[in-house]
């Protein structure tokens, strides 16, 4: 069995493994592991947890980061990292860039956790240093930001909110954003940094999830979370001196760690073992 949530349904995984002697492998990326979050789990579902991690084959979060924070928390398993798998067919390069600098952050927008505030002030920064930018932010509605954007009274600047879309549209805004920016106060992995490399876009992301994990490279910088002065001045860098990226390096950097025959790989031994040391 593969469960992809630690709690609840590791709780029927327990009773297999207890009663039918099933192997189980569990896969994580809740973000309430993380050491800025655990204080929101209770003390049962921390004691049930601890039990399902403990017998479990093995449990795969999707970065170390998240790896630490579980561990942390007194789970004590057989960890091995796993990331999240990224559809290279469809997140690829693409020769049509958007002529007009353009940023794009995607998400649920959820404030807490993704900071969209900081990033509508950092646009208005800009104003000052870029003529005319857009700036998408792609995955929900602006309704909560209305009254921030009014405060901003942006001139030159456009804010632009996009509602979900498919991957396949999801790609093409990436495939044709100068930037894609991720300014999260924390995350386990961070889909849309290697989806947006795997366009050929350049990435400024926090340090917080798997970007921390990368080797460094010349198509991503990292800040740290909440500094507005260091995002605006990784945008107006970009700006004025834009890196010259080799997009076919870059898809190929993400397909060797992320693409889905090297993630399946990744689980296909790791379920010969469960079964291997079952028998």
Not at 129 to 139: C, E, L, N, Q, S
Not at 180 to 204: M, R
Request: charged share 20%.
């Amino acid at each position: 069995m593969h469960i992809n949530t630690l709690y609840r349904f590791g709780l029927f995984a327990l009773h297999q493994k207890i009663v039918h002697r099933k192997p189980y492998i569990i896969s994580e990326h809740w973000t309430g592991y993380l050491n800025l979050r655990k204080k929101n789990i209770s003390f049962f579902q921390k004691m049930y947890s601890k039990l399902i991690v403990k017998k479990a084959a093995f449990v795969c979060p999707v970065s170390n980061e998240l790896k630490k924070g579980m561990q942390d928390l007194g789970l004590k398993g057989n960890y091995i990292p796993i990331g999240n798998v990224i559809d290279t067919d469809i997140f690829s390069p693409s020769s049509k860039k958007n002529n007009a600098f353009t940023i794009v952050h995607v998400s649920a927008l959820n404030d807490a956790q993704k900071n969209i505030t900081d990033m509508l002030k950092v646009a208005k920064i800009l104003e000052n240093k870029i003529a005319h930018f857009t700036w998408k932010f792609i995955g929900g509605r602006s309704e909560n930001f209305q009254e921030l954007i009014s405060q901003l009274e942006f001139k030159t600047t456009n804010i632009v909110f996009i509602n979900h879309m498919s991957q396949r549209e999801l790609a093409k805004q990436l495939q044709e954003a100068t930037i894609c920016v991720s300014f999260s106060n924390y995350e386990t992995f961070g889909v849309v940094i290697p989806e947006a490399i795997a366009c050929g876009t350049y990435v400024i992301s926090t340090n917080t999830g798997v970007i921390n994990e990368l080797e460094t490279q010349n198509f991503f910088s990292v800040i740290p979370p909440k500094d507005k002065q260091a995002l605006s001045k990784e945008i107006v860098k970009q700006y004025n001196n834009p890196t010259e990226l080799d997009s076919g390096k870059m898809h190929l950097f993400v397909k060797d760690r992320f693409g889905k025959e090297i993630i399946a790989e990744s689980f296909s031994k790791l379920y010969f073992k469960s079964l291997n040391n079952n028998s």
